[in-house]
């Protein structure tokens, strides 16, 4: 027994894993760059290598990783501090920011406890009901909101029951947070793929089509092609979060009375409808005028209208806002920009695929949809979903041209798979959102993420080869 703990000790220890993440980085380095790769991208290789490893293992916090990838940039030469500096922002860490900050104002009116009051009145109290009923809603409202606009609507819904509940019960209700959380999360991120409105991937693969091979997808086809794929998802995804997540409380009847109870305490005043309003009116700009002034800038008015009107002030926002999590968003974005900028992950897909065709002679529809689903949902769980489609995308649809496979199949092929952000913090803005809450790890992104995306895969190629197989496409 003594060995054992002490190897788990030893397993346990961070000084392992940072010494691990180092060697791996050596590793790689040691070696004159690969034909086709230039020593700046293999530099950049060696550092998402290392900072796999450390995601996974998690020796430091995260926010601290983060940091590691910007030290290693300056001082391996891929960029002058204010070159990284750049790469760290964009208007996603405004949305990301600023949502966390909306979602701070509306549990302050207690405007989630009243939303989910409402659902739970309409669905029944077994906890169970609750997962799939948020899966579905957040599926369905994904394809036409961006999923991290569901993801930070729903959030802090959930988070209210999960407070009244643990006040309530008594219990301890850590499956039960992360079976709903991740019901938000993952719900978004299978409801995004199903319309071309449903995430930035979609729009990057649609203008992709277009300027090479010249052909379109109507957004009622997209829509007729994609939506059986979430239909399917759906329940699937409650059957999975149920099996790794098994709540420990299934009638949360007593934290809905508790939640009722405290909500007729506390009267509707003007300030809850001055937050309601601002709220609609923050989610109907993202909708209408996202793409015109961005996300981020959107999310940063809610935010501040909120401080204008005094809902909220500023102690409440740093006490309530995850700022690591915002920290960690920025990385991710430095990372997919790094790897785009120094030709890493354009060698590192064309190597895959050239792999495939060349030395195993795999040059069928079959063999070369599967490599170009499980590449794009690597680089996806790697580097955002839209940054992983712009890498991905040319080398899809160029192979499509020198093959039999129809480009609006490799469209739509590399467009899905790029939904399947299952595995890490970093692969979308749902899983980032969710982490903030304090209720889920980066090690419960594994065990869920894992099956998932093998259930996504079979998913997936069971409706191309009947549904896209019967409608022509592949």
Do not use: C
């Amino acid at each position: 027994m003594e060995k054992i703990r002490t190897l788990k000790k030893f397993i346990s220890s961070k000084w392992l894993w940072l010494s691990l993440s180092v060697l791996v980085i050596t590793l790689i380095l040691l070696f004159p760059p690969p034909p086709g790769l230039t020593r700046d991208g293999q530099k950049s290789l060696a550092l998402l290598a290392g900072v796999v490893v450390l995601f996974i293992s998690e020796p430091v916090p995260l926010p601290g990783i983060i940091f590691i990838i910007a030290i290693y940039q300056v001082t391996m030469g891929l960029g002058t501090p204010n070159e990284v500096a750049k790469s760290f922002m964009h208007d996603a860490v405004f949305f990301i920011m600023g949502a966390l900050m909306i979602g701070v104002a509306l549990n302050s009116q207690a405007i989630g406890k009243r939303f989910i009051l409402i659902l739970i009145n309409k669905i029944g109290h077994d906890a169970k009901k609750i997962g799939l009923s948020i899966i579905t809603t957040a599926a369905l409202l994904a394809g036409f909101i961006a999923d991290h606009v569901v993801a930070a609507v729903l959030t802090p819904m959930v988070i209210s029951l999960l407070r009244t509940t643990r006040g309530q019960t008594n219990e301890n209700i850590i499956n039960l947070g992360k079976y709903l959380l991740f019901s938000v999360a993952y719900g978004a991120t299978i409801g995004g793929l199903y319309a071309p409105s449903g995430g930035g991937r979609n729009i990057v693969m649609l203008g992709l089509l277009d300027e090479i091979t010249g052909q379109q997808i109507g957004f009622g086809q997209w829509i007729l092609l994609a939506f059986p794929i979430t239909v399917l998802l759906i329940p699937t995804t409650a059957y999975i979060l149920k099996l790794v997540f098994p709540p420990e409380v299934t009638d949360i009847s007593l934290a809905v009375a508790g939640l009722r109870e405290e909500l007729q305490e506390r009267e509707v005043t003007g300030e809850t409808w001055l937050t309601l309003v601002i709220f609609v009116t923050i989610v109907t700009l993202w909708i209408t005028a996202g793409s015109l002034i961005g996300l981020g800038i959107i999310a940063l008015l809610g935010a501040t209208l909120y401080l204008m009107f005094g809902i909220v002030d500023w102690e409440e926002y740093q006490r309530g806002v995850n700022w690591g999590v915002i920290v960690i968003y920025m990385g991710a974005l430095s990372m997919g920009s790094l790897l785009n900028r120094t030709g890493a992950a354009g060698w590192l897909a064309g190597t895959v695929i050239n792999f495939l065709q060349e030395e195993l002679s795999l040059t069928g529809t079959g063999p070369i949809s599967v490599a170009i689903s499980a590449l794009t949902t690597s680089m996806t769980n790697l580097m955002s979903a839209a940054a992983a489609t712009s890498v991905v995308g040319p080398i899809t649809l160029k192979l499509s041209e020198y093959s039999t496979i129809n480009p609006i199949f490799a469209t739509m092929l590399t467009a899905v798979s790029a939904s399947f952000g299952f595995l890490l913090i970093i692969a979308t803005p749902p899983n980032a959102i969710i982490y903030s809450s304090g209720y889920v790890k980066v090690k419960d992104f594994i065990k869920a993420g894992a099956l998932m995306t093998v259930a996504a895969f079979g998913i997936l190629f069971l409706v191309v080869s009947l549904w896209w197989n019967w409608m022509g496409i592949y």
